[in-house]
Structures are given as structure tokens and as C-alpha cells.
């Protein structure tokens, strides 16, 4: 389209010279009428301006006119020169061929023949390889533009089959042929008991109250309710399967009457949607169902299951902690009852109560006779010294001494000594008091038994954990799914994400095997 008009251009300028040669050939010819006067240099200029030459030509004619050695004054200049020599400074040959021009036998230079008024030159080739270039220039941009249109059609065709055909059927689907589906939403929190009188001390009281006490219980109750074991018991309490095989519900989110408990948990698993939030504690649950009775059916019945896993969790624990405590305090009051056992058969095979105050009492008669004998020593000492004691008297006082020293030895035998098959006081005062020692031992025993059984209960009060609704489920009155408009938008984005990613996949193969 840019070749046409430098070729009509050339052309006025091929047919620009002819003029100087018609006035050369003229004076000739003796019938032609006298010629006008030559224009001046300034009008040939001005006509040459007139021309409307683009720089380029002017720049060619400044070389020409270099090469042929003419001096001029402008571009202008050099274009009327090289005219006037009879040279065209437009055309390519002219400054290879023409640099030295041969003349002919009359001296003058051959310049092209005249031709008729009304009539056209010749094309050049190069004209003719201008416009056949053109013409294969212009077949190319039509051939691309025909390419482009063919590329644009089939991407058009390729984007509505794979694209806005597969997204107007899901569309169609959503809003003509799904069941709308049901869905309640409740939350749900594991707490832990505050007992009366708390430790304040410790790690183990650090996080008493907060979500991370809970955490793990938390966790193992969601764990449950996303199980198999949840959704076969649900299944049989409250008939999961048959529900959502009924045949009102259409043929793709309804469930086969004979299908396999791997594929009812996997309807399961997008119906039942249950989440943990660490940080405020809460386990969020969303069940969907054909009917809004039936979601909200089993939704309290999720929540009865929760509930019972929690008390489960917990129950072991209080459970092995009472135990222990328990079989000790028992262990510790059967000792007790028989070291009492072993203190009272001891009493009555010795027939003493208290030993300690059965040997007190012996060592008081004995030191009470070592007095007695003392004052009898002093009173026959006082007898014989004088000059003629009664021996009478002495013999008496004698008497009574070898009595309190006889009863003496006697009640030392008994403390220290053999005096039967019972074995001495001292024996038997030890074994009593060994007896009563190890009673009073398993009596703090005990004590400590009953203190240590009182702690677990209270620590099993402590880890009891109980389950609280936040947020309860309600019936609901409207449809909460298919989100038709939401969904259909979600399906573009993947079926054109996809279509994307394998184009780029195709193109990027299709290059490497080019390479």
C-alpha cells in the first residue's frame, strides 16, 4: 500500500526531463514556429520546487551532480543541472552507466527519443520489480490476515467447547436440575472444671482455663466426628444411607441404595463439614441434608456423639487416678487393722494393758523397798551400837532386811529376768510396745492413704471435661445449596484455568520440538 504512490511519483519524475530534450530536438525542424523565450534560472527552480521531490530525490540528485563534478548552489540547483546535461538524477543507473557518457559522430550526447503528447513511458524494472513486489507484499498481508482470522475462529470454537459449553451445562445444572440441599450450623466447646480451691502454683495450672488446656481433647472429638465409626453409627441410629438415597434427589448427589460404606463416607465427608479453630477453642459443624428436619436431626445427634466421646476421654483417667488411690488407702487399712490385731493378742496372752506404766509401777515398789530397807539398815546399826543390844530386835530388823532385799530380787527377776514360760516383763514391755508402735505406724499410713485418695479426687475433678454448645443448631426454612450463581463462576475460572494451562503446556512442547 506505502509502494503505489513512489511509483507515480517516479513517473513524474521519468517524464520531468523529456522537456529539455523536446526543446533540443525542436530547432530542428524548419516548419515549427519561432520558440518561446527560455525561463529563467530562478523560474526553472522554482519549478523544479514545485515538483514536490522528497528529500530523498534530492539527495540523490546532490550526488549525481557530485560525481559528474557540476557545482551547484542547492539540491534544486543540482536537479536543474543534471536535466539540463540531459541525465535523470532519479534513476539508479544513471550514476553507473552515465558517469562517462559516450557521444555519437555528430558530438552531441543521445538522449531518449521524444514521445507523443498523450502518451506514457515505458515501465522501467525497477518499477516492475516495485510493483510485483508490492503485489506479493499485499498477498502476504492478505494471507495473514486470512491466517489471523482462521487462528481467531478456532480459538473462538475451542474456547466455547471447552470452556462456555461445559460452563453453561453446569449452570444449566445448578439452576434446573440440583436438589437444593439443607445445612445447619452449630459450635461447639470443650471446657474443663475450675475446682473450688486451685493451686495457684506450678506449670500445671499455667494454661488452666485457656483453649490449650482443651486443645488435644478438642482435636480427638473432631478426629471422631469426621470418622467412619461416627457415620455408621449415624447411619443406623438415624438412617444417613437411606436418606440420601431417596430418589427425589438427583441422579448425581444422590446415593445408590447398595452402595459400599467407603462411598457413603465419602458422601459423608462433603456433607459433614466439622473444622477446629485453636485459637478461641471452637469446632465448627455444618451438616447438610435433603431436607432442613433431617439436617437438623443429625446435627443434634453429632452433637449427643460429641458429647459422649468427651465423657469417654475423660472417664478412663479419673478412673485409673481413683483406683490407685483407692487400692492404696485399702492396702493401708487392712495393715492397720492387722497390726491392731497382733497389740490385743499380745495384751491378753501378757494380760497387760499398758506396759509402760506396768513397769513403772514395778520400778516404784522397788525403789519404795530400797527406802524401807535403808531405814531398817539405819535402825539396826543404831541397835548394835549399843553396849548390849537386844538380839532380839537385831534379829527381827535382820529378818525384815533379808525380806525387802528377797522381795527386791524378786521384782528385778520380773523385770529382767526368767520367771515363767511367759518369758520376763521386759520381753513382753517390748513386744508391747513394738506392737503398739507398728499400729500407730499404720494408723499414719492411713491418714496418708486418705490424704492422697482425697488429692485424686480432686485432681479427677480437675481433668473432668464437659461439652457446651456456643452456637445451637437451628432449623433452617430456606436452601442453603447449590450456590448456582457462585458455583457457575467457580467453574469458569476452572475450566478456563485449565484450558490455560494446557495451551501453555501444548505451545511450550510444540517450540522445543521445533527447535
Known amino acids: 500500500m506505502t509502494i503505489k504512490p513512489r511509483v507515480q511519483k517516479f513517473r513524474i519524475r521519468r517524464d520531468a526531463p523529456a522537456a529539455p530534450q523536446a526543446e533540443a530536438v525542436q530547432p530542428a525542424a524548419a516548419d515549427e514556429p519561432a520558440p518561446t523565450?527560455?525561463?529563467?534560472?530562478?523560474?526553472?527552480?522554482?519549478a523544479i520546487a514545485q515538483e514536490g521531490l522528497t528529500a530523498r530525490q534530492l539527495r540523490m540528485a546532490r550526488r549525481v551532480a557530485q560525481k559528474r563534478g557540476l557545482i551547484v548552489g542547492s539540491d534544486y540547483d543540482a536537479v536543474r543541472q543534471?536535466?539540463?546535461?540531459?541525465?535523470?538524477p532519479f534513476q539508479r543507473q544513471s550514476v553507473l552507466e552515465l558517469v562517462h557518457p559516450k557521444p555519437d559522430g555528430a558530438g552531441r550526447v543521445q538522449l531518449p527519443d521524444t514521445i507523443a503528447k498523450g502518451s506514457t513511458l515505458p515501465e522501467s524494472k525497477a518499477i516492475q520489480r516495485a510493483n510485483k513486489n508490492a503485489s506479493e507484499i499485499i498477498k502476504i498481508q492478505r494471507d495473514i490476515a486470512r491466517r489471523r482470522r482462521l487462528k481467531l475462529a478456532m480459538l473462538t470454537v475451542r474456547l466455547a467447547v471447552f470452556i462456555c459449553l461445559p460452563t453453561i451445562l453446569l449452570g444449566w445444572y445448578y439452576y434446573n436440575i440440583a436438589t437444593p440441599m439443607y445445612a445447619t450450623n452449630s459450635e461447639i466447646v470443650i471446657q474443663q472444671a475450675q475446682p473450688a480451691q486451685a493451686s495457684a502454683s506450678g506449670l500445671s495450672n499455667l494454661f488452666q482455663g485457656t483453649s490449650i488446656a482443651t486443645q488435644q481433647d478438642s482435636i480427638a472429638v473432631q478426629s471422631y466426628l469426621a470418622s467412619r465409626e461416627a457415620m455408621l453409627r449415624l447411619d443406623i441410629d438415624h438412617g444417613f444411607k437411606a436418606h440420601f438415597s431417596d430418589p427425589a434427589i438427583d441422579l448425581i448427589q444422590r446415593l445408590s441404595p447398595d452402595a459400599s460404606n467407603e462411598e457413603a463416607f465419602k458422601l459423608y465427608k462433603r456433607h459433614v463439614i466439622?473444622?477446629?479453630?485453636?485459637?478461641?477453642?471452637?469446632?465448627?459443624m455444618e451438616v447438610i441434608a435433603a431436607t432442613p428436619e433431617k439436617a437438623y436431626e443429625f446435627s443434634q445427634a453429632?452433637?449427643?456423639?460429641?458429647?459422649?466421646?468427651?465423657?469417654?476421654?475423660?472417664?478412663?483417667?479419673?478412673?485409673?487416678?481413683?483406683q490407685g488411690a483407692r487400692e492404696s488407702y485399702e492396702a493401708a487399712e487392712r495393715r492397720r487393722a492387722e497390726a491392731l490385731a497382733a497389740w490385743l493378742a499380745i495384751q491378753q496372752e501378757v494380760q497387760q494393758i499398758d506396759p509402760v506404766s506396768e513397769a513403772a509401777s514395778r520400778l516404784g515398789q522397788i525403789s519404795t523397798l530400797e527406802g524401807e530397807r535403808q531405814r531398817l539398815e539405819l535402825v539396826l546399826q543404831s541397835r548394835l551400837n549399843v553396849d548390849r543390844p537386844s538380839q532380839v530386835q537385831v534379829q527381827a530388823l535382820r529378818d525384815q532386811i533379808a525380806n525387802i532385799n528377797a522381795l527386791i530380787v524378786e521384782l528385778r527377776t520380773e523385770l529382767i529376768g526368767k520367771t515363767n514360760d511367759q518369758g520376763s516383763l521386759a520381753a513382753r514391755n517390748t513386744e508391747l510396745l513394738t506392737a503398739e508402735e507398728n499400729y500407730t505406724f499404720q494408723t499414719v499410713m492411713v491418714q496418708?492413704?486418705?490424704?492422697?485418695?482425697?488429692?485424686?479426687?480432686?485432681?479427677?475433678?480437675?481433668q473432668v471435661r464437659y461439652?457446651?454448645?456456643?452456637?445451637?443448631?437451628?432449623?433452617?426454612?430456606?436452601?442453603?445449596?447449590?450456590?448456582a450463581f457462585e458455583n457457575t463462576i467457580l467453574a469458569f475460572l476452572i475450566f478456563s484455568g485449565i484450558y490455560l494451562m494446557i495451551s501453555l503446556t501444548a505451545s511450550i512442547l510444540r517450540e522445543q520440538v521445533s527447535s
Do not use: C
Request: aromatic share 4%.
Open 37 to 46: 523565450p527560455t525561463p529563467t534560472m530562478q523560474d526553472q527552480l522554482d
Open 82 to 88: 543534471l536535466r539540463l546535461a540531459g541525465i535523470d
Open 274 to 284: 466439622i473444622s477446629y479453630d485453636p485459637t478461641e477453642g471452637l469446632i465448627r
Open 302 to 322: 453429632l452433637i449427643g456423639y460429641a458429647e459422649e466421646q468427651v465423657d469417654q476421654l475423660t472417664r478412663r483417667l479419673r478412673g485409673d487416678q481413683m
Open 448 to 462: 496418708q492413704a486418705l490424704t492422697q485418695m482425697e488429692t485424686a479426687r480432686i485432681e479427677a475433678n480437675r
Open 467 to 483: 461439652l457446651s454448645e456456643s452456637v445451637r443448631p437451628v432449623l433452617p426454612d430456606q436452601a442453603t445449596y447449590p450456590r
